[in-house]
């Protein structure tokens, strides 16, 4: 189970960083990409179900929020990797 655990965690790691990747080369059109106004649809699978309460929040920290709902996950799955070690 302990290797279950971290082979997710490394995966949804894995999957983070490629979709803020993907986010800020869409979102400010780094190296030439075009912008896209559809950049972080990568970052909503992940943060869910923290992403939802973004709707409640005001429209300046809605960027932010997508952003950082993710890393709540992640933070999430590993403090649950390490009660399953123990």
Known sequence: MEKFCRYVAIAFTV???LALLLFALGHWGLFG???DPL???F???LG???ILL????G???????GV????LNLILLRYLCRLARS
Do not use: F, Q, S
């Open 15 to 17: 999957a983070y960083v």
């Open 39 to 41: 950049a972080g649809v």
């Open 33 to 35: 990409t075009p912008r």
């Open 48 to 50: 869910l179900p923290w």
């Open 43 to 45: 970052l909503i699978p």
């Open 54 to 57: 973004a709707e409640h929040v």
């Open 59 to 65: 429209d300046d920290y809605v960027l932010a929020l």
């Open 68 to 71: 950082l709902m993710p890393a």
